[in-house]
């Protein structure tokens, strides 16, 4: 099944797509949504940092932040998905992680080592949004094709590395909570990008991107 697409009508002035009321409110919704969970995670990590000098979900919470920042100012998509479902993925895929909590002991008592892994996935996810800029987007949308840097090895090297971060913050704290929000995380990413790629490859240049980069999230894997 094809997601359901809307190409907006360019503004007499501009040239550029007009926002409709539709999307206005869906993305005023989905900023603020995503702004006010970031919040919450960012200080209930830098509260738990205070309380117990635990770096647990620091470099995560900063991570998280700069999705914020770069989510308010994205680039009007030329073509959106309004399926439901994918929304729904979307939300959860971009949400879900900020439910992860401080707690639990480390795995092998090695919290620098999970810690470090957290580093390592957070200053990939920052370098892919450095890379796609204006064009991150939330929900299933066209807001161009990048080809260079990260997205000549893989497709959405961003979500391979939220996998990597919330995976080190798991094993810092595997608690049944957080265990129960990465299978939902991870989940909801696998779908989304599923979404994604209904979305984008009606237009030509991604399906020649897709055709050039075979990979989805691991080089040889998937």
């Keep these: 099944m094809t997601a359901a697409i809307r190409v907006a009508p360019p503004s007499p002035a501009t040239g550029a797509p007009e926002r409709t009321g539709r ?32 770096p647990k979900g620091a470099s995560f919470a900063c991570e998280e932040l700069l999705v914020v920042a770069v989510a308010i100012a994205r680039r009007r998509p030329s073509d959106v998905s309004h399926r439901v479902s994918d929304w729904a993925v979307a939300l959860l895929g971009s949400f879900a992680v900020l439910m992860l909590r401080p707690g639990g002991e480390a795995v092998l008592g090695l919290t620098g080592l999970w810690v470090a892994i957290q580093v390592a996935g957070a200053a990939a996810a920052i370098v892919c949004l450095a890379r796609l800029g204006r064009s991150f987007g939330v929900v299933a949308a066209n807001r161009g094709v990048k080809r260079t840097g990260p997205y000549g090895l893989v497709r959405h090297p961003l979500y391979a590395s939220y996998v990597v971060a919330m995976l080190g913050y798991l094993l810092a704290a595997p608690t049944t909570w957080n265990v129960a929000v990465f299978a939902v995380a991870v989940g909801a990413q696998f779908r989304r990008i599923a ?25 040889g894997v998937y």
Excluded: C, I, K
């Design 23 to 54: 999307e206005l409110a869906g993305w005023l919704f989905t900023t603020t949504a995503l702004a006010s969970m970031a919040g919450l995670f960012a200080l209930a990590h830098w509260q738990y940092w205070r309380r117990t000098g635990d």
């Design 195 to 219: 979404a994604e790629e209904t979305v984008l490859a009606r237009n030509e240049a991604y399906r020649a991107y897709m055709s050039a980069v075979r990979w989805r999230l691991v080089p």
